[in-house]
């Protein structure tokens, strides 16, 4: 399976974008990259995924290297609810399976 | 509320016990996930169930077991309880590849 390797953590202060990078040097040409975030003692939610294009929605934007190696997951405006652990993972296309890293746990400062 | 629903919410039991856990999906998905989080880990995929069949399998231990009954709700099996074995174990329930949506999960702690 393709791993994607995330900063343990990150801060950011709150009303500022926030800029979370994944690196995913071997990823292949059918792996969907998808982004969950877990905040504190809930289970997880799904943010954003993408192939090749960059993808908005009312969440958060999916910018993806040209070459696929990388991405970030752009929140444009972080509030305190934000803060969170953020997952980048690897779903091969017509595979159901998400395989999970540790994840960057977002800090916000007000 | 995701629309998955876990129970229950805590289980506290001793070694060597057997337990189960039920998780109930959405309205309509056809998918039953379900993974462990350990102390400050990330998720681990344990199985997924589609349908009432057995789809895919990740890291569950022999003494686990799953399945997924005709009205779509699942149940996890857990058995010969270890200490190691006290985590979060969360359901996921989906309709398509893009999204998975997540119950609340179920703590387990095991004495």
């Known amino acids: 399976d393709a791993k994607t390797t995330q900063p343990n953590s990150m801060e950011s202060n709150e009303e500022e974008p926030v800029h979370l990078p994944c690196n995913h040097s071997t990823i292949s040409g059918t792996d969907y990259i998808h982004w969950y975030r877990q905040l504190p003692s809930q289970g997880p939610e799904y943010v954003i995924h993408?192939?090749?294009?960059?993808v908005n929605n009312r969440m958060a934007s999916l910018a993806i290297a040209e070459d696929r190696k990388s991405s970030t997951l752009i929140l444009h405006r972080a509030t305190l609810r934000d803060a969170a652990v953020y997952y980048c993972i690897l779903r091969d296309m017509g595979n159901y399976q998400l395989i999970w890293g540790a994840g960057t746990k977002l800090i916000i400062k007000p | 509320d995701s629309g998955v629903t876990q129970t229950p919410k805590h289980l506290i039991t001793a070694t060597g016990q057997r337990v189960t856990l039920r998780c109930s999906p959405r309205?309509?998905?056809?998918?039953v996930y379900w993974y462990q989080q350990s102390l400050d880990q990330g998720l681990q995929f344990l199985i997924q169930?589609?349908?009432?069949?057995?789809?895919a399998k990740g890291n569950i231990l022999e003494r686990f077991s799953a399945q997924q009954f005709p009205d779509l709700h699942s149940e996890l099996n857990l058995s010969s309880l270890e200490l190691g074995d006290s985590a979060l174990y969360f359901c996921?329930?989906?309709?398509?590849?893009?999204?998975?949506?997540f119950g609340p999960g179920t703590r387990l702690t095991v004495l």
């Open positions: 169930y589609y349908n009432g069949e057995e789809r």
């Open positions: 993408g192939l090749t294009s960059n």
């Open positions: 309205s309509g998905d056809l998918s």
């Open positions: 996921a329930s989906s309709r398509s590849f893009n999204e998975q949506f």
